[in-house]
């Protein structure tokens, strides 16, 4: 059985850090792109970071580089997303997502990721 399952979100200080976790299960990270994507009130959802089974990794949104980063922990079948330097607007539902079509590309096609965990609020305020 396939799982991702999110973990790390809270509430935050404007200027802090956070570092969200995905757990992967039935699946090794070596098969497959995670990414990483965000939902907003009120905004549709949009891509934020992805990693590539070869581990190579794509920012889809600029303002998010710089702050925010991908990497993983194959020995624990994990894919973290370290943020800092939070703004209110990073506030939003974090969803992992996972692509075992094409695993040596990352892509912010949503429909490319065919399994999904639940999400993990992020919550950024004083």
């Known amino acids: 059985q396939y799982q991702l399952v999110e973990s790390g979100g809270g509430l935050v200080q404007p200027g802090g850090s956070l570092r969200l976790s995905c757990a992967v299960s039935g699946f090794s990270l070596k098969d497959v792109v995670i990414g990483w994507f965000r939902k907003a009130p009120g905004k549709e959802r949009e891509a934020v970071l992805c990693?590539?089974?070869?581990?190579?990794?794509?920012h889809f949104a600029d303002s998010m580089k710089g702050r925010f980063t991908i990497y993983r922990d194959n020995a624990k079948n994990t894919v973290y997303l370290q943020m800092n330097s939070l703004k209110p607007e990073d506030t939003a539902v974090y969803y992992c997502?996972?692509?075992?079509?094409?695993?040596?590309?990352?892509?912010?096609?949503?429909?490319?990721?065919?399994?999904w965990g639940q999400g993990t609020q992020v919550t950024v305020s004083s």
């Open positions: 990693i590539s089974n070869s581990g190579d990794t794509t």
């Open positions: 997502g996972a692509d075992p079509i094409l695993p040596l590309f990352c892509t912010s096609t949503e429909t490319a990721y065919v399994y």
